[in-house]
């Protein structure tokens, strides 16, 4: 050995090695160089054992340089996976080295691997020294989650900081000068105005300057193209006259309230009687920054479908913003649900006014998503009614008149942005249009003959919720679930064996396996978050737990089950990071940025942060599957 | 003012007392054990920059070395040093190894780094790809320093590798080639400890396959090596 300093292109390369991946990139430079100056750098050929129980109390840290490590119970039984896959920039086994005993697991180069080892002195001292370092190896997941959310928040920065309120001067809110023509100008020479400077609309101005229309994209295909007009016709002809127009020192409010109330998509904006701009629906929506109570106060007080429709739009820029700040998408999901439930229970007071039966006592149910709370930024109705049972032979004729109001109902949250059920699940079907002893019924049926409809059906109907009316039937129909799936072990069988049909899309290697056919993507509600959702609900069901959100019933179920307060908490996390990747999806598909299929991602578009955490949900995923195969023999 | 006895031979810079200490110290190291198993003990990787391609006539301009300990790259235990010049090689030659004007004629006193190449190496057996123009390189410059016969047994992976993995060695030649075979990363190729820390990773690769190559000790492996004939 020399006593020379270590070469410092060495050191540098080393470093730069570790820099790509967590928690070495967060590491304060002097800590990661001295934790890169001992490394030692092994090799190991594929399908040859790195560490297993036999090795002894672990006293290294091994950092995957390049390759991939398996990692798997010692007796072979890999069937289930429990341990998963380790690529480039993860380390193992952290538990044992910080509890210095053997490792459970036998760990196998899947490839040709190189690791660095980080011997346990210096290991200790990273750990004494480095908070990053420290807090990645004692929390990992939590450490990644926040990590990504850091980022997510700082990916948004850049927008929050332009984000006015609704509250400011429509002046604030221009973003270019207007861009006007003579309205004599001919229809082609408007095209390519709009394609050269690359904008949605044209102002056309008389001869004393003065706006006298607008013409924008939209007008192309319904003016011009489907009408048929030749490109050499004068715009005036085909142009929006006298377009509305607001003064600049009006609210940006006040715009979203007229294009919503007229069906405007561009406002001119005047400062005295001179044009100063145009201001589009997208402008303001790109804008929205809108508080949770303000909201809640124009939900509840809104006249008409239209005013209601407008406020639930609004409900979804809230969720983006909310997305922007970095909040958790547990707390997301909550607020939506909560203003969706506003939207709900407001829609249900308009059909009120026309349809009389609020004396019923009936019960409106949220069922799925909206029922376990945890709806993303697009999602279409589930949902039931409830009632006491009338007196003999009446019941038919209450069912007609709460059908007629249920219709009512659904038909304006279409209109509010909850799409009607493909499927049908939807108060105004009669078939879930239900008196108590009814329901109680078809959910004994469903328990009794597990065959895949009734499948298919509990997982929809058994997420439910009391969203409007009297709760107390609702608290009956879960007693009676509760209390009557203890008894059918077969149907929670069968539940078990179809929430293990859809596997997490992880590849041998820990690799995420995308779907070629469908451009490379991965599905996140069916391939990631779906298997969350039904595993909870069986752990829930099979413990007795009365909770409805998947995140509720982990930590319900949890204890109760023996599943360690850390484990809970890790599969929460991971089910939260799925969650507020769709809401991101989503919200990037608003933004017309993202792909078309709302709940599709390709995992190439994530930062390498949110791929490996994406990982680590995926084997959280198979992790809680696993369980629930295990409990059921599957 | 060479002393009457001189043990060593050549013309004779003028060591002083301290650097003559250490090279005898050197020469009293214990041989490494060549009946060790190849994966046991440590073998030292080496890469030299020089200031053009005549191992016979160009100059040394820039050593790196980093071992091998136990079938790990260990490193902490590394070594490079820049050799002072008394004027700069040539831009071409500069462009090579990105060692610039300033770096050389600015570089350690040659004596005492190559004491400490000495040092740092011990007697544990050397590596290289292509080796005999390292070794030749080495022993030219250390003779001339510190007038030392640098004979060391040197393990040439240029010779190894083929014989490791026969199913490449008629389509792979030069290190390049056999980085890119095992998608082997160089930061900076032709930086000599960059380059070390590359080879390095082939000879992880080397050990694991020596006792299936007939070679499971150290000897053997540097037997394998046509570049044994240096060790004389």
């Known amino acids: 050995m020399s006593s020379r300093p270590p070469p410092p292109l060495l050191l540098a390369a080393t470093m730069d090695v570790l820099r790509r991946h967590a928690p070495f990139n967060a590491m304060h430079e002097d800590a990661l160089e001295r934790l890169a100056g001992v490394l030692k750098l092994r090799y190991f050929a594929r399908e040859s054992t790195i560490l297993s129980p036999e090795s002894g109390p672990i006293n290294a840290l091994f950092i995957i340089q390049r390759g991939a490590v398996k990692a798997e119970e010692p007796s072979g039984v890999s069937l289930n996976n429990l341990a998963g896959t380790f690529t480039e920039g993860e380390c193992f086994p952290v538990g044992a080295l910080i509890a210095r005993r053997p490792t459970r697991l036998r760990y196998t180069a899947a490839r040709d691997t190189f690791v660095y080892v980080l011997d346990e002195g210096a290991f200790n001292q990273a750990l004494e020294t480095s908070a990053p370092f420290r807090a990645y190896c004692t929390k990992r997941l939590a450490a990644l989650l926040e990590l990504s959310t850091r980022g997510t928040r700082e990916a948004y920065a850049g927008r929050a900081a332009n984000e006015l309120t609704m509250a400011s001067p429509l002046r604030t809110a221009l973003r270019r000068a207007p861009v006007t023509l003579p309205q004599g100008a001919s229809v082609r020479e408007v095209l390519e105005l709009m394609k050269s400077r690359r904008i949605g609309s044209v102002v056309l101005m008389n001869a004393d300057g003065f706006p006298a229309g607008i013409f924008t994209q939209t007008d192309v295909l319904d003016r011009v193209a489907l009408a048929g007009q030749p490109l050499e016709r004068p715009v005036e002809e085909v142009m929006t006259k006298n377009p509305a127009s607001l003064p600049a020192s009006a609210a940006l409010s006040e715009a979203a309230q007229l294009m919503a109330r007229r069906g405007f998509r561009h406002l001119l904006v005047l400062e005295g009687e001179m044009l100063a701009g145009v201001i589009s629906e997208r402008d303001l929506f790109g804008l929205q920054r809108l508080s949770m109570q303000g909201l809640r106060k124009e939900i509840a007080q809104s006249g008409t479908v239209d005013a209601l429709a407008f406020a639930a739009r609004e409900v979804r820029g809230l969720g983006t913003a909310m997305l922007a700040q970095g909040v958790a998408s547990e707390q997301i999901t909550q607020f939506v649900s909560a203003l969706n439930d506003a939207v709900t229970e407001r829609a249900i007071e308009l059909a009120l006014r026309a349809h009389d039966v609020a004396a019923v006592g009936y019960c409106w149910m949220g069922l799925g998503s909206e029922g376990r709370n945890e709806q993303t930024l697009a999602t279409d109705q589930d949902n039931a009614i409830i009632f006491p049972d009338p007196p003999a032979g009446e019941r038919e004729a209450l069912r007609a008149k709460l059908l007629a109001f249920a219709d009512e109902v659904n038909r304006t949250l279409d209109a509010c942005g909850f799409p009607l059920c493909k499927g049908n699940i939807m108060a105004r079907n009669p078939q879930w249009c239900l008196a108590l002893p009814e329901w109680l019924d078809r959910f004994d049926d469903w328990m009794r003959n597990a065959d895949p409809e009734a499948l298919l059906n509990a997982t929809i109907f058994f997420d439910f919720r009391a969203l409007q009316g009297d709760a107390t039937l609702v608290d009956r129909l879960r007693e009676f679930l509760l209390d009557k799936v203890k008894d059918r072990p077969a149907f929670l069988r069968q539940m078990a064996a179809n929430a293990l049909q859809v596997r997490p899309p992880l590849g041998l290697f820990g690799d995420i396996v995308v779907e070629d056919d469908e451009g490379g993507t991965i599905d996140l509600k069916r391939q990631v978050s779906r298997p969350f959702v039904d595993c909870a609900r069986i752990l829930a069901l099979s413990s007795g737990v009365a909770a409805v959100s998947t995140v509720e019933r982990l930590r319900g179920a949890g204890p109760r089950i023996r599943m360690s307060d850390d484990d809970v908490a890790t599969a929460i996390d991971a089910f939260q990071f799925v969650q507020m990747l769709r809401l991101r999806s989503q919200d990037s598909l608003e933004r017309g940025t993202g792909t078309v299929e709302p709940n599709r991602i390709d995992p190439d578009t994530l930062n390498s942060l949110d791929r490996r955490i994406l990982r680590e949900t995926l084997r959280q995923a198979r992790k809680l599957q696993n369980r629930v195969a295990l409990d059921y023999q599957l | ?232």
């Not at chain 2, 200490?21 to 920059?49: I, M, N, Q, T």
């Not at chain 2, 396959?209 to 570049?227: D, F, K, N, Y």
């Open chain 2, 1 to 232: 003012m060479a002393p009457a006895f001189w043990p060593f031979r050549g013309p004779r810079p003028s060591v002083d007392p301290a650097l003559a200490e250490r090279l005898r110290h050197w020469k009293s190291l214990r041989e490494y054990d060549p009946s060790r198993p190849a994966k046991a003990g440590r073998w030292v990787v080496v890469d030299v920059e020089s200031s053009g391609l005549d191992a016979g006539r160009d100059a040394l301009i820039a050593v790196g070395a980093l071992a091998v300990v136990d079938g790990a790259i260990d490193l902490a235990d590394s070594f490079e040093a820049v050799l002072r010049q008394d004027a700069p090689s040539s831009v071409e030659n500069i462009e090579v190894h990105g060692i610039g004007g300033t770096e050389q004629t600015q570089g350690e006193r040659p004596e005492a780094a190559l004491a400490d190449f000495l040092a740092f190496v011990g007697k544990d057996p050397l590596v290289a790809f292509h080796a005999p123009f390292d070794s030749i390189m080495l022993k030219r410059a250390i003779d001339h320093h510190l007038g030392l016969a640098f004979k060391r047994p040197w393990l040439d992976l240029a010779d190894v590798a083929p014989l490791a993995w026969p199913k490449y060695a008629s389509r792979l030649e030069g290190l390049d080639a056999w980085l890119e075979q095992f998608a082997i990363p160089v930061t900076f190729r032709h930086r000599a400890i960059a380059d070390c820390l590359a080879t390095a990773q082939l000879m992880l690769r080397v050990l694991e396959e020596a006792p299936v190559i007939g070679a499971p000790t150290a000897g053997r492996l540097l037997g394998l090596s046509g570049a044994s004939r240096w060790l004389t």
